[in-house]
C-alpha cells in the first residue's frame, strides 16, 4: 500500500511553537495546530507562522478548542460552541487547512441524547443555510462519558444520521477508541459501515485499560494498546495520521520512522 501522509500535532497555543520547524524535525508530512487556547473561548487569531503554513508543503489540519460542546443544552454553552466553530473554520481556511477537527461533546445530567445530536444537525443546517464552513468539519470520537456523542458506535450512527447528509468528516482516534470501549481490530471497519468516511487518524496508544473512559495518550511504542494493532489500524483506514503522542521531535522522528517501515 502507499504509506498515508504522517504528521504530528504541535502546540498547546497559537504562539508557543514553531510548528513547521518541529514538524520538519519530526520527518512529518502534516502538522495539526490549535488556532487558539485549547481551554479557553478566544477567537483565533492570525497564527506567527502563517505564512510558512499556508505556502509550504505541509498538510495542515486545525484542531478546535476542547471546550466546544454543540451539543450541551446549555445555551452558554451551545451558542458560543457554534461560534467557535465557525471562526476556527474560517481562521484554518486562511492557513489552507484540510479540516477542522471538533470533538463530539456530550450531553449532561438528565438531558436526553437526542437532543445532543438534533443540535449537532442543526449546527451544520445553520451554517449550510450561510453557504457552509470554510472548511470540512470533522467530527472525532471520544473516550468518556455515556451520554457522549461519538464514544459508542450507536452513538456515532445516531450522529451520523443527523449530520452525514451536510458532508461532515470523521477522526478516528486510538486512545479513544481503545479507552471508549470500541474494538480495534474492527473499528475502522465499524466506522466506515457508518460514516462511510475516514478523513484523518489520531495514532495515539493509551495509558489505561480498555473501556476505561480515561483519554490518557502514551508513546506509539509502550501503552496499553500494542503498536501492530496501531499500525494495522493505519492501514486500515488509509487517511492521514497525525501524532498526538508525547514527546518531543526527536522521539517523534523515531514514532514517523517506525509507521513509515510498517507500512512502506
Given at each position: 500500500?502507499?504509506?498515508?501522509?504522517?504528521?504530528?500535532?504541535?502546540?498547546?497555543?497559537?504562539?508557543?511553537?514553531?510548528?513547521?520547524?518541529?514538524?520538519?524535525?519530526a520527518?512529518?508530512?502534516?502538522?495539526?495546530?490549535?488556532?487558539?487556547?485549547?481551554?479557553?473561548?478566544?477567537?483565533?487569531?492570525?497564527?506567527?507562522?502563517?505564512?510558512?503554513?499556508?505556502?509550504?508543503?505541509?498538510?495542515?489540519?486545525?484542531?478546535?478548542?476542547?471546550?466546544?460542546?454543540?451539543?450541551?443544552?446549555?445555551?452558554?454553552?451551545?451558542?458560543?460552541?457554534r461560534?467557535?466553530?465557525?471562526?476556527?473554520?474560517?481562521?484554518?481556511?486562511?492557513?489552507?487547512?484540510?479540516?477542522?477537527?471538533?470533538h463530539?461533546?456530550?450531553?449532561?445530567?438528565?438531558?436526553?441524547?437526542?437532543v445532543?445530536?438534533?443540535?449537532?444537525?442543526?449546527?451544520?443546517?445553520?451554517?449550510?443555510?450561510?453557504?457552509?464552513?470554510?472548511?470540512?468539519?470533522?467530527?472525532?470520537?471520544?473516550?468518556?462519558?455515556?451520554?457522549?456523542?461519538?464514544?459508542?458506535?450507536?452513538?456515532?450512527?445516531?450522529?451520523?444520521?443527523?449530520?452525514?447528509?451536510?458532508?461532515?468528516g470523521?477522526?478516528?482516534?486510538?486512545?479513544?477508541?481503545?479507552?471508549g470501549?470500541?474494538?480495534?481490530?474492527?473499528?475502522?471497519?465499524?466506522?466506515?459501515?457508518?460514516?462511510?468516511?475516514?478523513?484523518?487518524?489520531?495514532?495515539?496508544?493509551?495509558?489505561?485499560?480498555?473501556?476505561?473512559?480515561?483519554?490518557?495518550?502514551?508513546?506509539?511504542?509502550?501503552?496499553?494498546?500494542?503498536?501492530?494493532?496501531?499500525?494495522?489500524?493505519?492501514?486500515?483506514?488509509?487517511?492521514?495520521?497525525?501524532?498526538?503522542?508525547?514527546?518531543?521531535?526527536?522521539?517523534?522522528?523515531?514514532?514517523?520512522?517506525?509507521?513509515?517501515?510498517?507500512?512502506?
Amino acid at each position: 500500500m502507499t504509506v498515508p501522509v504522517l504528521g504530528v500535532h504541535v502546540g498547546a497555543r497559537e504562539d508557543d511553537a514553531d510548528p513547521v520547524a518541529e514538524a520538519r524535525a519530526a520527518g512529518a508530512d502534516a502538522v495539526q495546530i490549535f488556532l487558539a487556547d485549547p481551554q479557553g473561548w478566544k477567537a483565533p487569531k492570525e497564527h506567527p507562522h502563517a505564512a510558512e503554513l499556508r505556502d509550504g508543503d505541509l498538510q495542515v489540519f486545525v484542531h478546535a478548542p476542547y471546550i466546544i460542546n454543540v451539543a450541551s443544552t446549555n445555551n452558554r454553552i451551545r451558542i458560543p460552541s457554534r461560534k467557535l466553530i465557525t471562526t476556527h473554520a474560517t481562521a484554518a481556511a486562511a492557513l489552507g487547512a484540510k479540516g477542522l477537527v471538533v470533538h463530539g461533546g456530550h450531553v449532561a445530567g438528565d438531558d436526553d441524547p437526542a437532543v445532543g445530536f438534533d443540535n449537532w444537525r442543526k449546527t451544520f443546517e445553520r451554517q449550510a443555510a450561510e453557504g457552509g464552513f470554510a472548511v470540512p468539519v470533522f467530527i472525532e470520537n471520544t473516550a468518556g462519558g455515556d451520554k457522549a456523542m461519538a464514544r459508542q458506535l450507536e452513538a456515532i450512527a445516531r450522529l451520523w444520521d443527523a449530520v452525514g447528509e451536510f458532508g461532515a468528516g470523521f477522526v478516528l482516534d486510538t486512545c479513544h477508541a481503545h479507552a471508549g470501549g470500541l474494538d480495534l481490530a474492527t473499528v475502522v471497519d465499524d466506522v466506515l459501515a457508518i460514516t462511510g468516511r475516514i478523513d484523518l487518524v489520531h495514532c495515539n496508544n493509551s495509558r489505561d485499560g480498555a473501556d476505561s473512559g480515561r483519554d490518557r495518550h502514551a508513546p506509539l511504542v509502550g501503552g496499553e494498546i500494542s503498536t501492530a494493532a496501531l499500525v494495522e489500524v493505519v492501514r486500515r483506514a488509509q487517511a492521514p495520521v497525525i501524532l498526538e503522542t508525547p514527546g518531543d521531535a526527536e522521539s517523534r522522528a523515531s514514532e514517523i520512522a517506525l509507521l513509515r517501515d510498517a507500512l512502506g
